[in-house]
């Protein structure tokens, strides 16, 4: 996006707008819509949000309205987005008498909040980097809508949106005709596709949504999540306060958590992994039950429901084998086994802290944890079960004790992290709990 300009996820749009989410809403009724249906679906996308959602409705039908783009180029670009659903030529509109009346809607419905109002003039995307860099995907992406028999000049015609009238809403019409014609893309090509959706500021399910991504089998060992993942990302859901819904659902929610960049999966791949190490490891049942607590806070308290540690990380393994058999059946887990790397390393910090908290207690206003207990139980994580899990953990400690660190111990972490493979927002997570001097 411009420097003026805000993002698309700022202004609150989560799924696609503009005129490519009124291409999708005609796609989704399912069959050949007529002049009244097609008028319909303008009035409603317009009147989503309030009728927020009529402004860059309006805005797309404008920026196209303003090009020198001759009829013919819009008419075949409609089309493609539209799956061939609504032809306006079939109902005697030119594409340009059909985006006039899709900008008069729009602009109908933005009077309703604001009499006065006034469309202003278009701001098309004419960044040169961002143009070629829609145009690359464009081209790359030639050989296959070719093979999907997509119409043969297609993809010049998508390349003159992008130079004639505006690189954003050209690389939407694109992904919405990859959409149509159920291209395959693979992992690598839909990454830049995702990091190219994110210059323009959309929320990723323009991107992702309907896009039909080759992925890669699930695999645990790789690591694409950029925030927390696996027991210790379970546990952050849990914090003091929790009570929004049920344990169970909250695991749902937690093991369906991919993301947009991810395998399907793959969320509930590791945190499977993680929860059965701790689940077939020789730790006392009392030591698994303190380290839930301890990473939340008492949050989902246990105790308080007659459950112990080992009960509840079998509960957590069924949601996740649920979750596996509905969207990746062949995946077969893994036999945790130990990983020694980076022992000495996670030991040293730990213990570090372990000086410096002889007073401090996980929940010390309801059944105190003392921190010292916690970080025993941490140590023997660490050295019989997997010393990259205990990291995690012990993050998700700092966090609920407040400990304090120093502008050297966060930086260690970071290298710890680094050599785990975490994300780049993992271990930022405890970034304010460093005291600067």
Not at 82 to 100: I, K, T
Not at 127 to 149: F, K, M, S, Y
Not at 303 to 320: K, M, P
Request: overall charge negative; glycine content about 6%.
């Amino acid at each position: 996006m411009t420097e003026k300009r805000a993002t698309y996820v700022e202004l609150g749009h989560s799924e696609d707008f503009g005129l490519t989410g009124l291409t999708e809403k005609l796609c989704s009724l399912g069959h050949r819509v007529d002049r009244a249906e097609a008028l319909d679906a303008v009035v409603r996308q317009a009147d989503q949000s309030d009728g927020e959602d009529a402004v860059e409705l309006g805005e797309d039908a404008r920026r196209l309205l303003a090009s020198p783009l001759p009829d013919t180029t819009l008419h075949m670009v409609w089309l493609a987005a539209a799956g061939r659903c609504f032809d306006p030529a079939e109902h005697g509109m030119n594409s340009r008498a059909w985006l006039e009346k899709v900008s008069e809607l729009s602009t109908e419905r933005l009077q309703h909040n604001k009499r006065s109002y006034v469309p202003p003039p278009v701001r098309p995307v004419r960044d040169e980097d961002l143009c070629r860099a829609v145009t690359a995907e464009i081209r790359a992406l030639a050989p296959a809508l070719g093979q999907a028999a997509a119409p043969s000049d297609l993809t010049g015609c998508l390349e003159q949106v992008v130079t004639g009238a505006d690189a954003d809403l050209a690389f939407r019409l694109l992904l919405r005709t990859l959409k149509v014609y159920s291209i395959p893309i693979e992992k690598e090509r839909y990454a830049k596709l995702l990091t190219l959706g994110d210059r323009f500021g959309f929320p990723a399910a323009v991107v992702h949504d309907g896009l039909n991504v080759i992925w890669p089998p699930v695999d645990p060992t790789r690591r694409d999540a950029t925030w927390d993942f696996g027991l210790s990302g379970l546990t952050a859901r849990f914090v003091a306060g929790w009570h929004t819904r049920g344990a169970r659902e909250t695991v749902r929610d937690a093991a369906a958590g991919d993301g947009p960049e991810r395998t399907p999966g793959s969320e509930a791949a590791i945190l499977l992994e993680d929860t059965l190490a701790l689940l077939e490891s020789d730790l006392p049942t009392d030591t698994i039950t303190t380290l839930w607590l301890a990473a939340t806070g008492r949050g989902f308290d246990l105790d308080h429901f007659a459950v112990d540690g080992r009960e509840w990380l079998r509960q957590i393994a069924e949601v996740c084998e649920e979750r596996l058999h509905d969207v990746a059946p062949t995946y077969t887990p893994a036999v945790p086994t130990a990983r020694p790397g980076l022992m000495q390393e996670v030991l040293r910090e730990l213990r570090e802290v372990t000086l410096l908290c002889a007073d401090k207690a996980v929940s010390p206003d309801w059944r105190p944890i003392p921190a010292t207990t916690v970080l025993a139980s941490l140590e023997q994580v660490i050295t019989q079960v997997d010393p990259d899990l205990a990291f995690r953990l012990f993050l998700r400690v700092l966090l609920v004790l407040s400990l304090p660190l120093t502008e050297e111990q966060y930086a260690r972490y970071e290298a710890i992290g680094a050599r785990f493979g975490y994300g780049e927002h993992h271990v930022p997570q405890v970034q304010d709990l460093i005291r600067r001097s």
